[in-house]
């Protein structure tokens, strides 16, 4: 063993020095890294205490439950139901194909959703959960749930979803929900954070658009701690948001129902107001579609579907669509010209089946005349050269402004998307946006509801009810918001002179009643709930050629107005059947039957029709019966 | 009275060495790595596995192996210097040329019940060569050029051998542990003044020239430098993972969040954290008192290792434990400023309390080392 010895003080020294040297070094790094912690944790312990809280604390909003929407009796229109879906969180998943490949072994998956669901995961962030299934029933999510092991990333998520009972029957009123998508965003007032829940529901179309901001309620806010995947680990606070205001609407589902199934089969729209409140009882568009198909957004080929069906069933006919009302414009024509004292109820205008006016011929739709013809009997039969003379004498501004006191040519203001204000033509109005001068023929073809002069559905039930009750009746269709009753439309007294209305009326009582009336096929027996009517032919094409020999585009429209009982008017009633033929034979059954239904509140006993009906009418209702909506699940749910 | 008999009469024998183990020494290791036990168990969420068992079981492990390297005489080891950085070179040589797999560099050498990097254990035997070379060297030699250029050899090697792994991060902690042997040596202050002024004059020449037409590194190079330096300037990884980890220390406070609460290790938006990052855990949940106390038990370790060694006679044990020493400070010092951000990201565990097996093996090695320098003492 080698042992240096002699210098060993001398290195002793050296080593001694120098291991001071360096651990003052050391000492003085040790002093710094101390005083760096303390200016860390205690100078600035309160900012990186709100990094670090922000770092964990996520704010997450509370969708609120939409409020409902329920019928005049408080049946359920519209309804929220907890939904189930699958979503997957990319990041965690791993292999994505694996996950689904092995979840489909679970669970059914769509594959049209799950195309759209795989181009989601690929271009979300890793950390986002995307949904792969939507609206899955409780024994899937069951499965997923015990089964979550084997399926990394995979979640089972409850919400609540949109559902319409009633399906087709409210689609044009109610309208339907949908995902939000950026061009709801100028419609919308809605504080954008809400929207920013995923597929968050807005109202689309109808009522649920229109009362978008009362029934959307307002988001709660949850303060969750999460970890960095953004994963919820617990639950820190909790304010609850405020669920949707509960819409009332003065529909009556069972004849809602009931109008849907009468005009299934047809491109038709018909409105049932109540005289007394302007109660929009029943307003269809016929035919309709499930709005529960738009809820989590429809797909591709029922879209292709609806939108080339050449009924067209995505729009509301009955307040969107106009027609000339043929006519059943008579009665605005009639009524100008006795307030406007150019005619004597009693006078009568001979009908040779047509009139030269300004070098035309005008025909009669009775190419051979109806001779000597009054006011009672020109509605009646509906001859027309009686109100080519009324123009004449009357001047289209009288005519123009009759039909607008009698709610044509006018928007009412209704919460229903795209309400049409129709037309009721005037010489300045031709000036401005025809660019021509008024001639005498647009009067007269004005005068039979023709030409320029167009009405919907709606607006012609209006127009009934008017009549019926010489009060300004404005259409109402939410009864209360929030259990606060709304407004209703009763309406003052128009002024009118009741002896020309009443004149009015009976020729309209004769109509459906009288043995020569254009309506009596379409009567009712039961005394106690006549009805007063009117028919309509509307042309769409200039050449009269017989109905049946042209293609279902060319055919005329058919309508009828009516209200009943005639003598306390309940109920009015307009039915516009697109190209239907003649108002008589396709409007008219259908409009009677209606009524019936609504005066009865159910299915009418078979007294009420003509004998001979009696037949066809319970096979009818038998057919009827089997094919009306019920609502789905529990349509018990009362408000 | 000569050395033999000095040695034979007083220097303990059999069993006795036991009473002459540096007791304190061995309370305070086996106090940090408590701490880290405790850490471990609560980055798990309270639980022993995955990491605090196993840690364990390792402390044991090298606190047996601390036990016995010490009983054994000094000499022995001062003998197995060579053979001991020879090694070790030629494991990073086999790493260099047959470690290489398919994920990039890997640096250790499965043995089965560990994974050991030949670059921890240089560590180790650069302290133990250049304190037997100097040992041997006559003092008055010791700062001529040659044999100055011999140990600077001796250091450069295996530095270079671990840059190409590559890991900068520990060929800088070699080469810094080796200079400061060297310094603990005697050699002369002029080489390190030399040494240390070009240094400065490189760096500064590097990022002075920056920007004119005599620019030194590439644009790219000059990027990567600025992140190496300051990691939160690149927001993605090594920026995030500072960023988080400062969140974590700073906002523990003065007494922290307590144990197991802390957010930021629990909800893992800390990086790492129960290797390279988990002083900050205990920072968090502890606070400043915390961090603090851990700071000054690493500094009771130091202390009595300098005080061992300066009281220590023989040259070989003195520079031996003076190198240990320094070598387990630089760990602890480059760790704590990475995560307070003040150094660059480079993956150095913090001593005795990361979870990690060869660093914790080969750290009590070393200490075995500094116990048998201070159980053979000259008396």
């Known amino acids: ?639 | 009275m000569s050395y033999l008999e000095y040695t034979v009469k007083t220097t303990p024998t059999g069993l006795r060495k036991v009473l002459y183990l540096n007791w304190p020494l061995a309370i305070l290791l086996t106090a940090v790595a408590s701490v880290g036990f405790l850490m471990l168990y609560s980055v798990s969420g309270g639980s022993f596995s995955p990491w605090a068992e196993p840690q364990m079981k390792r402390y044991a492990l090298g606190f047996a192996v601390m036990f016995i390297v010490g009983l054994v005489p000094i000499w022995f080891w001062r003998n197995m210097a060579g053979v001991a950085y020879g090694l070790s070179v030629l494991l990073l040589l086999v790493v260099e040329f047959f470690g290489t797999s398919a994920g990039g560099s890997q640096r250790w050498i499965d043995l089965g019940f560990m994974r050991l990097q030949p670059s921890e254990l240089m560590k180790i035997s650069l302290v133990l060569f250049l304190a037997a070379y100097y040992d041997w060297l006559p003092l008055k030699k010791k700062s001529h050029p040659l044999w100055v250029l011999i140990p600077v050899l001796i250091i450069l090697l295996p530095a270079g051998l671990v840059f190409a792994q590559p890991d900068l991060g520990t060929a800088l902690l070699l080469i810094f542990a080796g200079a400061t042997m060297m310094f603990f040596a005697g050699v002369h202050w002029a080489y390190f003044a030399v040494v240390i002024s070009m240094g400065v004059g490189l760096v500064v020449a590097v990022f002075q020239s920056r920007g004119t037409s005599w620019q030194i590194l590439k644009n790219y190079q000059y990027d990567r430098l600025d992140i190496f330096l300051d990691p939160s300037s690149d927001p993605l990884d090594t920026g995030y993972h500072i960023t988080q980890s400062k969140i974590a220390l700073g906002s523990g406070g003065w007494t922290g969040k307590g144990f197991m609460q802390g957010t930021q290790s629990r909800l893992n938006f800390l990086p790492e954290k129960h290797t390279d990052f988990i002083f900050t855990t205990l920072a968090e949940e502890f606070g400043f008192v915390g961090g603090f106390s851990l700071l000054l038990l690493y500094a009771l370790i130091l202390l009595f290792c300098i005080s061992t060694a300066l009281a220590n006679r023989d040259r070989f044990s003195s520079l031996m434990t003076l190198g240990i020493a320094t070598t387990f400070f630089l760990f602890f010092a480059v760790n704590m400023s990475m995560v307070m951000g003040m150094a660059p990201v480079v993956g150095v565990p913090l001593p005795l309390v990361s979870y990690g097996g060869s660093a914790m093996l080969i750290l009590m090695l070393g200490f075995g080392f500094v116990q048998s320098a201070h159980i053979h003492k000259p008396r």
Request: aromatic share 6%; with cysteine.
């Open chain 1, 1 to 639: 063993m080698r042992r240096p010895g002699r210098d060993n003080a001398q290195s002793q020294k050296a080593i001694t020095r120098r291991g001071l040297i360096i651990a003052g070094a050391q000492a003085l790094f040790m002093g710094g890294l101390a005083l760096r912690m303390r200016y860390m944790q205690v100078d600035q312990a309160d900012e990186f205490r709100l990094l670090a809280d922000e770092n964990r604390i996520s704010i997450r909003l509370l969708p609120p439950a939409r409020g409902r929407i329920f019928d005049r009796n408080g049946e359920v229109v519209a309804e929220n139901v907890p939904s189930y879906r699958i979503t997957i969180v990319p990041e965690e998943a791993g292999d994505l194909d694996d996950v689904i490949a092995r979840l489909a072994r679970l669970v059914e998956l769509d594959p049209e959703e799950l195309e759209r669901a795989q181009r989601d995961l690929k271009q979300a962030r890793g950390d986002t959960a995307v949904t792969v299934a939507d609206r899955v029933s409780w024994d899937d999510i069951s499965r997923v749930a015990v089964n979550t092991p084997a399926l990394p990333g995979v979640a089972p998520e409850v919400g609540l979803s949109r559902r319409y009972p009633h399906r087709g029957d409210y689609a044009h009123i109610v309208g339907y929900v949908g995902p939000f998508a950026d061009r709801d965003r100028e419609r919308l007032d809605a504080p954008e954070q809400l929207l920013r829940i995923p597929r968050f529901q807005v109202g689309k179309f109808g009522i649920e658009a229109a009362h978008e901001n009362q029934l959307r309620g307002k988001a709660g806010t949850k303060r969750v701690e999460v970890n960095v995947r953004g994963h919820v680990m617990r639950e820190l606070e909790r304010q609850e948001g405020q669920p949707g205001t509960d819409v009332q609407l003065t529909l009556d589902s069972g004849l809602q129902s009931y109008v849907t199934a009468r005009l299934s089969g047809e491109s038709a729209a018909a409105t049932v107001m109540d005289c007394e409140t302007g109660d929009i009882v029943a307003c269809v568009s016929s035919p309709s579609f499930d709005p529960n198909l738009f809820v989590r957004g429809i797909s591709v080929p029922d879209y292709r579907e609806l939108l080339e069906n050449k009924y067209r069933p995505l729009p509301n006919k009955a307040v969107q669509g106009i027609y000339p009302p043929g006519s059943t414009f008579k009665m605005v024509t009639v009524l100008a010209a006795l307030e406007a004292g150019t005619v004597d109820p009693e006078e009568t205008v001979y009908c040779p089946g047509h009139l030269e006016v300004a070098g035309r011929r005008f025909h009669c739709w009775k190419r051979a005349g109806h001779g000597n013809v009054d006011l009672h009997r020109s509605l009646r039969e509906s001859c027309d050269v009686y109100y080519y003379e009324l123009a004449l004498r009357t001047g289209i501004e009288n005519i123009s402004a009759m039909a607008k006191r009698l709610g044509l040519g006018v928007k009412h203001d209704l919460p229903l998307t795209s309400v049409a204000a129709g037309l009721a033509p005037t010489k300045d109005w031709k000036r401005r946006v025809r660019g021509a001068e008024w001639v005498i023929g647009d009067s007269v073809n004005a005068a039979i509801g023709q030409g320029d002069v167009l009405a919907s559905p709606l607006q012609l039930a209006v127009m009934t009810a008017r009549l019926a009750t010489g009060r300004s009746v404005t259409p109402r269709v939410i009864k209360s918001i929030d259990g606060v009753e709304s407004p209703t439309g009763h309406g003052d007294d128009m002024g009118l002179n009741e002896n020309n209305l009443r004149r009015i009326r009976q020729a309209m009582y004769a109509v459906s009643n009288n043995r020569r009336g254009t309506a009596y096929g379409s009567r009712i027996i039961e005394d106690a709930f006549r009805m007063a009517g009117k028919t309509g032919t509307s042309q769409v094409r200039s050449a009269v050629v017989d109905n049946n020999s042209v293609p279902w585009e060319e055919r005329d429209h058919a309508l009828f107005v009516n209200y009943a009982p005639f003598d306390a008017p309940k109920y009015a009633v307009s039915v516009v059947v697109e190209h239907g033929g003649g108002g008589s034979k396709a409007a008219a059954p259908i409009a009677r039957d209606i009524t019936l239904q609504a005066l009865y509140g159910e299915d009418p006993p078979l007294a009420a029709y003509p004998s001979k009906d009696r037949g066809r009418i319970r096979s009818q209702q038998e057919e009827l019966r089997r094919v009306r909506t019920r609502p789905d699940g529990d349509g018990s749910d009362r408000a």
